[in-house]
């Protein structure tokens, strides 16, 4: 009554439970990793959001003759609104007086 089959194709177990614990301690090694990039990406970022601030801040200067006092001078005619001097990581670029600086939450 009980036949074996012979030839029979696929992975036992074992097998398939090697290959999940190998793929488990991949991602723990490449989750810490991706948790860290993205601090240096956000922190990147806000220092390019501060040049191109600087950049606008010069291009008002060379327009106006004069520094602009605040963030507010920009608007609409360098930077299309206050959103555009938030960084991702919740920080924000301050103007004064033409100083562009970046400020923590």
């Keep these: 009554m009980l036949r074996r089959i012979r030839n029979q194709a696929g992975?036992?177990?074992i097998e398939?439970?090697?290959v999940l614990l190998v793929i488990s301690v991949?991602?723990?090694l490449a989750i810490p990793n991706v948790t860290k990039r993205a601090a240096e990406i956000d922190e990147t970022g806000c220092e390019a959001l501060e040049?191109?601030?600087?950049?606008?801040v010069q291009a008002y200067k060379l327009k106006?003759?004069?520094?602009?006092a605040t963030a507010a001078a920009l608007i609409p005619?360098?930077?299309?609104?206050?959103?555009?001097?938030?960084?991702?990581?919740?920080?924000?670029?301050?103007?004064n007086n033409g100083a562009?600086?970046?400020?923590?939450?």
Excluded: A
Excluded at 77 to 95: A, P, Q, T
């Design 77 to 95: 005619d360098y930077l299309e609104s206050e959103n555009d001097l938030k960084c991702s990581d919740g920080r924000s670029i301050v103007v």
């Design 64 to 68: 106006n003759k004069e520094n602009p």
């Design 51 to 56: 040049q191109m601030v600087e950049g606008q």
């Design 16 to 18: 398939m439970m090697i």
């Design 11 to 13: 992975f036992t177990l």
């Design 100 to 105: 562009v600086s970046i400020t923590n939450p």
């Design 26 to 28: 991949l991602i723990l």
